[in-house]
């Protein structure tokens, strides 16, 4: 089965500077990856993903970029805010499979 | 358009119980994930229903079980509890089994004395 690896576990920025979390996976067919941010005390959300089609991704603040080669893609935050400290959640998948999680990255702005 | 609901929100049961939990998926959605997630940990894959089947199931004892009905709702059961067991249950659904995104539940947060 896929392999999902997350680093680092946890992060810590000063408030505006950026924040960049990687993942690499083992299966070359896996082809969806979402991220997902988990505040204190709630579900997760998903916030950006990336199908394999694509490089990268942005939204505002937040980037995803995919290296198909490698088997590694990273969720970029920029100018970090208090509201980002939360657990971030890398996940990959492939066509009628299950999800594959990283084991999650706290990140804590520092205001 | 409503979100996936869990109940019940929180559940406290004593060792060599059992719980059970509910989950009811985005209307449309077909597929039921549960995950296990202990304090401070990752999320834990326990069970993937799609279709009223048994799609995967992660690393669990086989008292962890359930089963979805035919309106796409899911039940997830935990025989003869242990104090390990206590944690976030989380279920997420998603439209098909097709690489698509996962939608989470608020959770049920259970606690075994």
């Known amino acids: 089965g896929e392999n999902v690896e997350q680093h680092p576990s946890t992060l810590s920025v000063q408030e505006g500077d950026s924040a960049v979390i990687k993942c690499t996976y083992s299966d070359s067919a896996s082809n969806y990856f979402p991220w997902y941010k988990q505040e204190l005390g709630k579900r997760p959300q998903l916030i950006i993903d990336?199908?394999?089609?694509?490089g990268e991704k942005k939204d505002q603040r937040i980037a995803v970029t995919l290296n198909k080669t490698a088997k590694h893609f990273s969720l970029h935050i920029t100018e970090t805010q208090p509201e980002d400290s939360a657990v971030y959640f890398c996940a990959a998948s492939k066509p009628g499979n299950q999800f594959y999680f990283g084991t999650g990255t706290s990140l804590t702005v520092i205001p | 358009e409503a979100g996936v609901t869990q109940s019940p929100t929180h559940l406290i049961k004593t060792r060599g119980q059992q719980a059970t939990l509910r989950c009811s998926p985005i209307?449309?959605?077909?597929?039921v994930y549960w995950y296990q997630q202990a304090l401070g940990l990752g999320l834990q894959f326990l069970l993937w229903?799609?279709?009223?089947?048994?799609?995967n199931r992660g690393n669990f004892p086989p008292r962890f079980s359930g089963r979805q009905f035919p309106n796409y709702s899911s039940e997830l059961n935990v025989n003869a509890l242990e104090l390990e067991d206590s944690a976030l249950y989380l279920c997420?659904?998603?439209?098909?089994?097709?690489?698509?995104?996962?939608?989470f539940g608020p959770g049920t947060r259970l606690l075994v004395l």
């Open positions: 990336i199908r394999s089609n694509v």
């Open positions: 209307s449309g959605h077909t597929s």
């Open positions: 997420a659904s998603s439209p098909q089994t097709r690489g698509e995104t996962q939608y």
């Open positions: 229903y799609d279709e009223g089947e048994e799609r």
